[in-house]
């Protein structure tokens, strides 16, 4: 079954640096999208980029999807400690109603 | 910005007691889903509507689990018989016609 994994589990960098977190999925995609959870709360969208696109950019943030590799990586500029979440890629394989499946996400720690 | 809301945001109970979780999706989105996500793991999908009906649902979503849109703008999730192993965050979501799921920040479930 199709499976996104975040990689690394934990990253922690000061303040101002950039952050790479990057996510592997098994199966056939339609699009791929990256949400923040902050602690305890809600899952907020960040970016979706679709299975015929390679690179998006939103503000700070710059996500690459490779579908040869069956991967995806998520970019954040200049980081703040705002940005301190989980940050989780979840993958759908279909159109239609698209479940989407979620990997164990990377907790990011900004130092400030 | 319209946002999908969900009450209670946390719901205590007894194990065996019925419980019902509460969703109002953002207006004019079609498609409804409720994932969840058990304390420190990953966040998976229970079930999919679409146009008054289920459309998809995990092997999670069992007999103990039912969802219904009782008017034009709740979206319920109803666990019949609760489990311990039920304790969990309770997310729901909806799109429009277009791909992106918008979460609710969800309705922490602890079963006693």
């Known amino acids: 079954s199709q499976q996104g994994e975040e990689d690394p589990q934990a990253l922690s960098i000061q303040e101002g640096e950039n952050a790479t977190m990057n996510c592997s999925y098994k199966?056939?995609?339609?699009?791929l999208q990256w949400y923040r959870q902050n602690s305890g709360r809600g899952l907020v969208h960040l970016i979706l980029i679709r299975s015929n696109e390679r690179e998006k950019h939103s503000g700070r943030l710059r996500v690459t999807l490779d579908t040869s590799k069956k991967s995806s990586s998520l970019l954040i500029t200049a980081s703040r400690a705002a940005d301190t979440a989980s940050y989780f890629c979840?993958?759908?394989?279909?159109?239609?109603?698209?479940?989407?499946?979620f990997g164990q996400g990377t907790r990011l720690t900004i130092n400030p | 910005e319209p946002e999908v809301t969900q009450t209670p945001s946390h719901q205590v109970t007894q194990m065996g007691q019925e419980v019902i979780l509460r969703c109002v999706p953002i207006?004019?989105?079609?498609?409804f889903y409720w994932y969840r996500q058990i304390l420190g793991q990953k966040v998976e999908f229970l079930v999919s509507?679409?146009?008054?009906?289920?459309?998809?649902k995990s092997e999670i979503f069992d007999d103990q689990f039912s969802v219904e849109r009782p008017d034009g703008s709740n979206f319920t999730l109803k666990i019949r018989s609760t489990k311990l192993e039920d304790s969990a965050m309770y997310f729901c979501?909806?799109?429009?016609?277009?791909?992106?799921?918008?979460f609710g920040p969800g309705t922490r479930l602890t079963v006693l």
């Open positions: 979840a993958t759908d394989a279909r159109r239609g109603a698209q479940k989407l499946v």
């Open positions: 979501a909806s799109r429009p016609f277009a791909d992106t799921q918008y």
């Open positions: 199966t056939s995609i339609n699009n």
């Open positions: 509507f679409y146009n008054n009906e289920i459309s998809e």
């Open positions: 207006s004019n989105h079609l498609y």
